[in-house]
C-alpha cells in the first residue's frame, strides 16, 4: 500500500481519484491548494505526489520548486487540462516523474503511480546496496594486508573450508565476505551467525530451524541459518565459543550435507559452503578438550591469519581517510582531515581493539575536533596513548615502523622540504615519494615545501 497525496482546487475531482485510489490498495490525503500542500509535505512522508498544474493563487509549478527546495525527493505526477509543451518541459526540468493531461484515465494514472512508487523502492534499495557494499569494504595497502588478500582470491573460488582466524576486531567478517563476493556463490546468500552471542539453549535453533510446536514458545516453523544459507556461504564467527554438544551436530552437516530441524522428523538436504572465524588458539582447545578435534581438521582446511592492526601500521592513514569521509557522511558533517603529527601520533598507538577501534575512535576525534584533527585531539581522544609506544609484532612490521619513523622524523628535520629530505636519506627524490607511499605516507599532505 502506498501513500499519496493528491492536490487539486477542485473538490469532485479530489474525491472521485480518492475513492479510485482506496479501490485500489492505496491510503491518500488531499489538500485543496499548493500552500496546504507544502505544509503537508513538510511534515509528512509520502510515497508519490499527485499535483495538478493550475490551481488559484501558487500553481503547480511553483509549487514543484518549493518541493525541490525542500530537498524531498517523493516523486512527483503533474495534471493538467490546460497543458502546453512549455510547461510539460518546464516541469519536467524541475523533476516531475510525468505529465498527464485531463480528463485522466484512472487506468493509465494507476499505472503511472505505480511506476513511481516502484522507482522510489528500487532507489532506496540501490542507496542501500551501495550503503552495505561500502560499509563491507576492505580498506588496505600494507605489506602484511597485500598478503592475506592474495590468499582470498586464491581460496575463494573454490569450495574449500576456511578458518579465520585474528584478534577481536580485525575484521575478520569483512574477510568472509570477500570469500562470497568472490566465489562462485556471489549471488546466493551470505548468512551469518556469532556462536558466542547465541545462548547455549537457543544455538541449536538458530543453526538448523524448528518446527511449530516443538518448544514452548514456537508458535510457528523457523527456517534456521543453514536453511536461509542454502546456495551461499554461512559464516560462522568465534566457532571456538559452540557449544560441545553443537559441535557434534555441526560435524554431522559438515560431513552428510544435511540436517534435521528442532522437532523434526526428516533429514533436508542443504548446499552450503562454511566459513569459520575465531580469536581464539583452536589447537589449543583440542588439546584441552574444548574443541572436538574432528571438527578441528574438517573446518581448518586453509587457514587465513588477519594481522593486528599494530602489525599493519601502514594502513592506518587510508582507514583514517576512509572512516573520516563515512562518519562525516554519516552525520551530515563538513569533512575533516588529519595532520600529519596526528597520524603520527596515531600510528604509535597499539590499537588493542584493532580495527573496529580505530573507527569508534576516528567518531570521537572528529566531534572533539573544532577544524581539522591535530596532535592534541588525538591524545584528548585517546587519554592513553604513549608518546614513545615500543612498536610490536612481526620483524616485519617492527622494521616498517622503524622506517616509517625514520622518514617522518628527516621530513621535520627538513622543514617537510623532500628534495632535502631524499638528499639527508641518500635516496633518489623519486624513491622517496614511493617509499612515502609505501609507508602510508601521503607526500602531497606531508609536503610544506619543496625545490
Not at 80 to 107: C, H, I, N, W, Y
Not at 331 to 338: I, L, R, S, V, Y
Amino acid at each position: 500500500m502506498s501513500h499519496i497525496l493528491l492536490i487539486d482546487d477542485d473538490h469532485s475531482t479530489l474525491g472521485s481519484l480518492s475513492r479510485a485510489f482506496r479501490l485500489a490498495g492505496h491510503e491518500t490525503t488531499v489538500a485543496d491548494s499548493a500552500t496546504r500542500a507544502a505544509e503537508l509535505i513538510r511534515n509528512q512522508k509520502f510515497d508519490c505526489i499527485l499535483s495538478d498544474v493550475v490551481m488559484p493563487g501558487k500553481d503547480g509549478i511553483t509549487l514543484l520548486e518549493e518541493i525541490r527546495a525542500m530537498q524531498v525527493t517523493t516523486p512527483v505526477i503533474m495534471i493538467s487540462g490546460q497543458a502546453t509543451v512549455d510547461m510539460a518541459v518546464r516541469a519536467t526540468r524541475l523533476g516531475a516523474l510525468d505529465f498527464l493531461e485531463k480528463p485522466l484515465s484512472t487506468e493509465k494514472l494507476l499505472l503511472a503511480i505505480d511506476n513511481a512508487v516502484r522507482l522510489t523502492r528500487l532507489e532506496a534499495e540501490n542507496r542501500e546496496l551501495r550503503r552495505q557494499v561500502g560499509s563491507h569494504e576492505i580498506i588496505w595497502r600494507s605489506e602484511p594486508m597485500r598478503r592475506v588478500m592474495m590468499q582470498v582470491e586464491r581460496v575463494a573460488g573454490g569450495e574449500s573450508r576456511v578458518c579465520i582466524l585474528g584478534e577481536t576486531g580485525t575484521g575478520k567478517e569483512l574477510i568472509a565476505r570477500a570469500l562470497h563476493r568472490l566465489s562462485s556463490r556471489a549471488k546466493g546468500p551470505f548468512i551469518t551467525l556469532n556462536c558466542a552471542a547465541v545462548p547455549q539453549e537457543l544455538i541449536e535453533s538458530e543453526l538448523f530451524g524448528h518446527e511449530k510446536g516443538s518448544f514452548t514458545g514456537a508458535a510457528t516453523r523457523h527456517a534456521g541459518k543453514f536453511d536461509q544459507a542454502h546456495n551461499g556461504t554461512l559464516f560462522l564467527d568465534e566457532i571456538g565459543d559452540m557449544p560441545s554438544v553443537m559441535q557434534a551436530k555441526l560435524l554431522r552437516v559438515l560431513e552428510e550435507g544435511e540436517f534435521e530441524r528442532v522437532g523434526g522428523d526428516r533429514p533436508i538436504k542443504v548446499n552450503v559452503r562454511v566459513v569459520v572465524a575465531t580469536h581464539r588458539n583452536l589447537e589449543e582447545q583440542v588439546r584441552a578438550g574444548a574443541f572436538r578435534q574432528d571438527l578441528y581438521h574438517r573446518v581448518f582446511v586453509f587457514p587465513l591469519t588477519l594481522p593486528p592492526l599494530r602489525e599493519r601500521p601502514g594502513d592506518i592513514p587510508v582507514l583514517l581517510e576512509h572512516f573520516a569521509a563515512r562518519v562525516s557522511e554519516m552525520n551530515g558533517w563538513k569533512p575533516k582531515t588529519f595532520s600529519l603529527s596526528a597520524v603520527e601520533a596515531l600510528s604509535r598507538y597499539n590499537w588493542p581493539g584493532n580495527v573496529r577501534e580505530l573507527r569508534n575512535s576516528v567518531e570521537r576525534m572528529l566531534l572533539l575536533a573544532d577544524a581539522d584533527v591535530d596532535e592534541d585531539t588525538v591524545r584528548l581522544a585517546l587519554p592513553n596513548l604513549r608518546a614513545e609506544a615500543a612498536p610490536g609484532g612481526t620483524l616485519a612490521a617492527r622494521v616498517e615502523s622503524f622506517e616509517r619513523q625514520t622518514v617522518l622524523d628527516e621530513l621535520k628535520r627538513c622543514n617537510y622540504n623532500m628534495s632535502e629530505t631524499a638528499r639527508a636519506l641518500g635516496l633518489e627524490r623519486s624513491h622517496l615519494y614511493k617509499k612515502c607511499a609505501q609507508l602510508g605516507l601521503e607526500p602531497q599532505s606531508a609536503r610544506k615545501t619543496d625545490t
